[in-house]
């Protein structure tokens, strides 16, 4: 049975880091090419791409909101999926979910996601 499981959520003043993590279980990331993306959903708003990477040569892609603040990493020994989030601001309060899409078929699973709340 496939799944993701996000965690590393929670709260932290603006300016502050956390950093999140996607476990995957059921399949690894040497068994074929994903591409691993975290999403995010803030109340009310549409969920929306934060940064994806692939899982074999790790190219890397971020949301403007995000650039030079947020670093998406793998560890491919470990299929999990790491998301670096650094100086944050109130408006990146969501809940972050992880994805990963299987390229050679375009079957995709998600994870049930991870609050992050930025307040002071």
């Known amino acids: 049975q496939v799944q993701l499981v996000e965690s590393g959520g929670g709260l932290v003043q603006p300016g502050g880091s956390l950093r999140l993590s996607c476990a995957a279980s059921g399949f690894t990331f040497s068994s074929s090419t994903y591409v691993m993306t975290w999403y995010r959903q803030a109340s009310g708003k549409e969920r929306e791409l934060v940064a994806s990477i692939t899982t074999n040569i790790g190219i890397s892609n971020y949301a403007d909101s995000v650039k030079g603040r947020f670093t998406i990493s793998r560890d491919n020994a470990k299929s999990t999926v790491y998301l670096q989030m650094n100086s944050l601001k109130p408006e990146d309060t969501a809940v972050y979910y992880c994805?990963?899409?299987?390229?050679?078929?375009?079957?995709?699973?998600w994870g049930k996601g991870t609050l992050v709340t930025v307040s002071s």
């Open positions: 994805n990963a899409k299987r390229m050679i078929n375009g079957i995709t699973y």
